[in-house]
Antibody
Framework: QVQLVQSGAEVREPGASVKVSCKAS????????IFWLRQAAGQRLEWMGW????????KYSQKFQGRVTFTRDTPATTLYMELSSLKHEDTAIYYC???????????????????WGQGTLVTVSS | DHVMTQSPDSLALSLGERATINCKSS????????????LAWYQQKPGQPPKLLIY???TRESGVPDRFSGSGSGTAFTLTISSLQAEDVAVYYC?????????FGGGTKVEIK
């Protein structure tokens, strides 16, 4: 079955960087874009952007532009999200999620999310 | 940005009752060229990631019980649980995928009375 398995919880100090991994299995890795989202306590789910594993194309939310990088390792069927210059308010659960069957094009991806990884808690604390 | 507003914030119902959750978008999510509403619904149980229930506003995802249904068009949508079960206790979110940034509603917590 389709699965996205994320790396474990991380603790970082303000100003540091964190890299979260998301291993995909159960489908053709390059066939669907992967989104990254986050959920902070008491806040709405937040879309961070997407990566096309087929060609490495990415799109980032303006909110995170310049601070976030999505990459992929195709032989390992693994995606990565790196967030730099961490602030206390970046404390959240970070999720990867696969795009639905429709809605992704060369220039953008308008889709629902299914399935989701189990989530990775990133805590930013001094 | 599309701002998604859900109501109510929470509701407590007895087993077997009907649950109705509303979602309003600040702008239409209906794409006229294909007549599809770019709206999805998710269920999130404590300690778990969200799970897709419905997409295109009313298409139930495979494996989702038929007591869950979605309706609405344009800017106003509804998720209905026809007969509430104990396993339906969760937070429910709507999400628009009409335009980026893709955005979510604030969630509706469903509990058993």
């Amino acid at each position: 079955q389709v699965q996205l398995v994320q790396s474990g919880a991380e603790v970082r100090e303000p100003g540091a960087s964190v890299k979260v991994s998301c291993k995909a299995s159960g489908y053709t890795f390059t066939s669907r874009s992967i989104f990254w989202l986050r959920q902070a306590a008491g806040q709405r789910l937040e879309w961070m952007g997407w990566i096309n594993p087929g060609n490495g194309d990415t799109k980032y939310s303006q909110k995170f532009q310049g601070r976030v990088t999505f990459t992929r390792d195709t032989p390992a069927t693994t995606l990565y999200m790196e967030l730099s210059s961490l602030k206390h308010e970046d404390t959240a659960i970070y999720y990867c999620a696969r795009a639905g069957r429709e809605g992704c094009y060369t220039t953008d991806c308008y889709s629902w999310f299914d399935p989701w990884g189990q989530g990775t808690l990133v805590t930013v604390s001094s | 940005d599309h701002v998604m507003t859900q109501s109510p914030d929470s509701l407590a119902l007895s087993l077997g009752e009907r649950a109705t959750i509303n979602c309003k978008s600040s702008q239409s999510v209906l794409w006229s060229s294909n007549n599809k509403n770019y709206l999805a619904w998710y269920q999130q149980k404590p300690g778990q990631p969200p799970k897709l229930l419905i997409y295109w506003a009313s298409t139930r995802e495979s494996g989702v019980p038929d007591r869950f249904s979605g309706s609405g068009s344009g800017t106003a949508f509804t998720l209905t649980i026809s007969s509430l079960q104990a396993e339906d206790v969760a937070v429910y979110y709507c999400q628009q995928y009409y335009s980026t940034p893709l955005t979510f509603g604030g969630g509706t917590k469903v509990e058993i009375k």
